[in-house]
T-cell receptor
Framework: EDQVTQSPEALRLQEGESSSLNCSYTVSGLRGLFWYRQDPGKGPEFLFTLYSAGEEKEKERLKATLTKKESFLHITAPKPEDSATYLCAVPNQAGTALIFGKGTTLSVSS | SQTIHQWPATLVQPVGSPLSLECTVEGTSNPNLYWYRQAAGRGLQLLFYSVGIGQISSEVPQNLSASRPQDRQFILSSKKLLLSDSGFYLC?????????FGSGTRLTVV
Protein backbone atom coordinates (compact mmCIF):
# COMPACT_ATOMS: atom_id res chain seq x y z
CA GLU A 1 0.00 0.00 0.00
CA ASP A 2 1.28 3.43 -0.90
CA GLN A 3 2.15 5.44 2.19
CA VAL A 4 3.52 8.82 3.12
CA THR A 5 4.80 9.42 6.64
CA GLN A 6 5.81 12.79 8.02
CA SER A 7 7.78 13.54 11.15
CA PRO A 8 7.68 15.12 13.59
CA GLU A 9 3.94 15.71 13.96
CA ALA A 10 4.62 19.04 15.64
CA LEU A 11 7.70 21.22 15.91
CA ARG A 12 8.22 24.31 18.02
CA LEU A 13 11.12 26.59 17.15
CA GLN A 14 12.44 29.89 18.31
CA GLU A 15 12.81 32.55 15.67
CA GLY A 16 16.13 31.97 13.90
CA GLU A 17 16.41 28.34 15.05
CA SER A 18 16.90 26.22 11.91
CA SER A 19 15.50 22.69 11.61
CA SER A 20 14.26 20.06 9.17
CA LEU A 21 11.00 18.25 8.51
CA ASN A 22 10.99 14.71 7.18
CA CYS A 23 8.75 12.95 4.66
CA SER A 24 9.23 9.26 3.86
CA TYR A 25 7.29 7.39 1.19
CA THR A 26 6.81 3.82 0.03
CA VAL A 27 5.29 4.29 -3.41
CA SER A 28 7.41 2.75 -6.14
CA GLY A 29 8.20 4.52 -9.35
CA LEU A 30 8.03 7.99 -7.88
CA ARG A 31 6.47 10.52 -10.21
CA GLY A 32 7.11 13.57 -8.13
CA LEU A 33 7.07 14.54 -4.48
CA PHE A 34 5.06 17.61 -3.54
CA TRP A 35 5.38 19.96 -0.59
CA TYR A 36 2.51 22.20 0.45
CA ARG A 37 2.00 24.77 3.18
CA GLN A 38 -1.41 24.96 4.87
CA ASP A 39 -2.54 27.78 7.14
CA PRO A 40 -5.42 27.15 9.57
CA GLY A 41 -8.79 27.12 7.86
CA LYS A 42 -7.31 27.42 4.36
CA GLY A 43 -6.48 25.14 1.48
CA PRO A 44 -2.94 23.86 0.93
CA GLU A 45 -0.63 26.20 -0.93
CA PHE A 46 1.93 24.69 -3.32
CA LEU A 47 5.59 25.05 -2.41
CA PHE A 48 7.75 22.60 -4.37
CA THR A 49 7.78 19.56 -6.62
CA LEU A 50 10.83 17.28 -6.67
CA TYR A 51 11.24 14.55 -9.27
CA SER A 52 14.59 12.83 -8.83
CA ALA A 53 16.99 11.87 -6.07
CA GLY A 54 19.51 14.62 -5.40
CA GLU A 55 17.20 17.36 -6.58
CA GLU A 56 16.93 20.48 -4.43
CA LYS A 57 14.63 23.50 -4.60
CA GLU A 58 14.62 26.68 -2.58
CA LYS A 59 12.13 29.39 -1.77
CA GLU A 60 13.06 32.10 0.71
CA ARG A 61 13.91 30.30 3.98
CA LEU A 62 12.77 26.90 2.73
CA LYS A 63 14.80 24.27 0.92
CA ALA A 64 13.45 20.89 -0.14
CA THR A 65 15.67 17.92 -0.91
CA LEU A 66 14.90 14.43 -2.19
CA THR A 67 16.49 11.00 -1.77
CA LYS A 68 15.24 7.65 -3.04
CA LYS A 69 13.01 7.07 -0.01
CA GLU A 70 12.50 10.41 1.69
CA SER A 71 12.44 14.16 1.40
CA PHE A 72 13.47 16.88 3.79
CA LEU A 73 12.15 20.39 4.11
CA HIS A 74 14.87 22.51 5.67
CA ILE A 75 13.86 25.74 7.34
CA THR A 76 16.70 28.21 7.82
CA ALA A 77 16.36 31.01 10.38
CA PRO A 78 12.57 30.72 10.55
CA LYS A 79 10.29 33.63 11.32
CA PRO A 80 6.89 33.58 13.06
CA GLU A 81 5.18 33.90 9.67
CA ASP A 82 6.58 30.49 8.73
CA SER A 83 4.23 28.95 11.29
CA ALA A 84 1.88 26.59 9.43
CA THR A 85 1.28 22.93 8.70
CA TYR A 86 3.58 21.53 6.04
CA LEU A 87 2.21 18.69 3.96
CA CYS A 88 4.05 16.20 1.83
CA ALA A 89 2.37 14.21 -0.97
CA VAL A 90 3.16 11.77 -3.76
CA PRO A 91 1.05 10.49 -6.66
CA ASN A 92 -0.56 7.12 -6.01
CA GLN A 93 0.52 4.03 -7.93
CA ALA A 94 -2.15 4.59 -10.57
CA GLY A 95 -1.14 8.21 -10.95
CA THR A 96 -4.72 9.32 -10.46
CA ALA A 97 -4.35 11.46 -7.34
CA LEU A 98 -2.04 12.60 -4.57
CA ILE A 99 -1.51 10.69 -1.33
CA PHE A 100 -0.81 13.00 1.59
CA GLY A 101 1.03 12.59 4.85
CA LYS A 102 -0.60 13.88 8.02
CA GLY A 103 1.64 16.91 8.04
CA THR A 104 4.03 18.64 10.41
CA THR A 105 2.66 21.60 12.33
CA LEU A 106 5.40 24.17 12.77
CA SER A 107 5.19 26.92 15.38
CA VAL A 108 7.83 29.64 15.39
CA SER A 109 7.89 32.00 18.33
CA SER A 110 9.67 35.35 18.50
CA SER B 1 -4.49 32.49 -14.94
CA GLN B 2 -6.26 29.54 -13.43
CA THR B 3 -8.44 30.01 -10.38
CA ILE B 4 -10.56 27.66 -8.33
CA HIS B 5 -13.69 28.70 -6.44
CA GLN B 6 -15.23 26.72 -3.66
CA TRP B 7 -18.28 27.56 -1.58
CA PRO B 8 -19.61 27.92 1.00
CA ALA B 9 -16.65 28.55 3.31
CA THR B 10 -18.46 27.22 6.38
CA LEU B 11 -21.58 25.16 6.82
CA VAL B 12 -23.45 23.81 9.83
CA GLN B 13 -26.00 21.15 8.99
CA PRO B 14 -28.19 18.87 11.10
CA VAL B 15 -27.84 15.11 10.92
CA GLY B 16 -30.01 13.67 8.17
CA SER B 17 -30.07 16.84 6.08
CA PRO B 18 -28.83 16.96 2.46
CA LEU B 19 -25.54 18.48 1.34
CA SER B 20 -24.32 20.19 -1.80
CA LEU B 21 -20.85 21.69 -2.10
CA GLU B 22 -19.80 23.28 -5.35
CA CYS B 23 -16.44 23.85 -6.94
CA THR B 24 -15.67 25.66 -10.19
CA VAL B 25 -12.42 26.18 -12.04
CA GLU B 26 -11.55 29.03 -14.38
CA GLY B 27 -8.78 29.45 -16.90
CA THR B 28 -8.31 25.83 -17.93
CA SER B 29 -10.09 23.22 -20.02
CA ASN B 30 -10.80 19.59 -19.19
CA PRO B 31 -9.01 19.64 -15.84
CA ASN B 32 -8.77 16.63 -13.56
CA LEU B 33 -10.86 17.50 -10.52
CA TYR B 34 -10.74 16.12 -6.98
CA TRP B 35 -12.60 16.19 -3.69
CA TYR B 36 -10.54 15.63 -0.55
CA ARG B 37 -11.60 15.60 3.09
CA GLN B 38 -9.41 16.57 6.01
CA ALA B 39 -10.56 15.41 9.41
CA ALA B 40 -8.97 16.46 12.69
CA GLY B 41 -5.72 14.59 13.29
CA ARG B 42 -5.79 12.97 9.88
CA GLY B 43 -4.24 13.76 6.56
CA LEU B 44 -6.09 14.69 3.42
CA GLN B 45 -8.20 11.76 2.27
CA LEU B 46 -9.15 11.49 -1.39
CA LEU B 47 -12.90 11.06 -1.81
CA PHE B 48 -13.54 11.40 -5.54
CA TYR B 49 -11.73 12.31 -8.70
CA SER B 50 -12.94 13.08 -12.20
CA VAL B 51 -11.12 13.12 -15.52
CA GLY B 52 -14.06 14.46 -17.52
CA ILE B 53 -17.75 15.33 -17.63
CA GLY B 54 -19.81 12.57 -16.07
CA GLN B 55 -16.71 10.52 -15.18
CA ILE B 56 -16.44 10.03 -11.43
CA SER B 57 -14.21 7.63 -9.52
CA SER B 58 -14.81 6.95 -5.84
CA GLU B 59 -11.88 6.12 -3.60
CA VAL B 60 -13.67 5.17 -0.40
CA PRO B 61 -17.16 3.86 0.39
CA GLN B 62 -19.09 6.57 2.16
CA ASN B 63 -22.25 8.55 2.52
CA LEU B 64 -21.24 10.98 -0.19
CA SER B 65 -21.47 11.22 -3.97
CA ALA B 66 -19.98 13.49 -6.60
CA SER B 67 -21.06 14.76 -9.97
CA ARG B 68 -19.47 16.72 -12.79
CA PRO B 69 -22.25 18.23 -14.87
CA GLN B 70 -19.95 20.64 -16.71
CA ASP B 71 -16.28 20.60 -17.66
CA ARG B 72 -15.20 22.97 -14.91
CA GLN B 73 -17.82 22.23 -12.25
CA PHE B 74 -17.54 19.57 -9.57
CA ILE B 75 -20.24 18.97 -6.97
CA LEU B 76 -20.10 16.97 -3.74
CA SER B 77 -23.44 15.78 -2.39
CA SER B 78 -25.13 13.76 0.27
CA LYS B 79 -28.77 12.80 0.68
CA LYS B 80 -28.53 12.39 4.46
CA LEU B 81 -25.57 13.69 6.45
CA LEU B 82 -24.01 11.74 9.30
CA LEU B 83 -22.03 13.13 12.23
CA SER B 84 -18.97 11.44 10.78
CA ASP B 85 -19.26 13.58 7.64
CA SER B 86 -17.95 16.58 9.57
CA GLY B 87 -14.62 17.84 8.32
CA PHE B 88 -12.80 20.22 6.03
CA TYR B 89 -13.63 19.56 2.37
CA LEU B 90 -11.22 20.63 -0.31
CA CYS B 91 -11.65 20.76 -4.06
CA UNK B 92 -8.58 20.60 -6.27
CA UNK B 93 -7.62 20.49 -9.91
CA UNK B 94 -4.45 19.22 -11.52
CA UNK B 95 -2.37 19.69 -14.62
CA UNK B 96 1.11 18.58 -15.60
CA UNK B 97 2.63 21.02 -13.13
CA UNK B 98 0.78 19.89 -10.03
CA UNK B 99 -2.33 20.23 -7.96
CA UNK B 100 -4.08 23.46 -6.95
CA PHE B 101 -6.50 23.52 -4.04
CA GLY B 102 -9.50 25.65 -3.28
CA SER B 103 -10.00 27.48 -0.02
CA GLY B 104 -12.08 24.69 1.51
CA THR B 105 -15.46 24.26 3.20
CA ARG B 106 -15.66 23.61 6.92
CA LEU B 107 -18.66 21.31 7.43
CA THR B 108 -20.00 20.69 10.89
CA VAL B 109 -22.80 18.17 11.22
CA VAL B 110 -24.77 18.62 14.45
Amino acid sequence: EDQVTQSPEALRLQEGESSSLNCSYTVSGLRGLFWYRQDPGKGPEFLFTLYSAGEEKEKERLKATLTKKESFLHITAPKPEDSATYLCAVPNQAGTALIFGKGTTLSVSS
Amino acid sequence: SQTIHQWPATLVQPVGSPLSLECTVEGTSNPNLYWYRQAAGRGLQLLFYSVGIGQISSEVPQNLSASRPQDRQFILSSKKLLLSDSGFYLCAWSDTYGYTFGSGTRLTVV
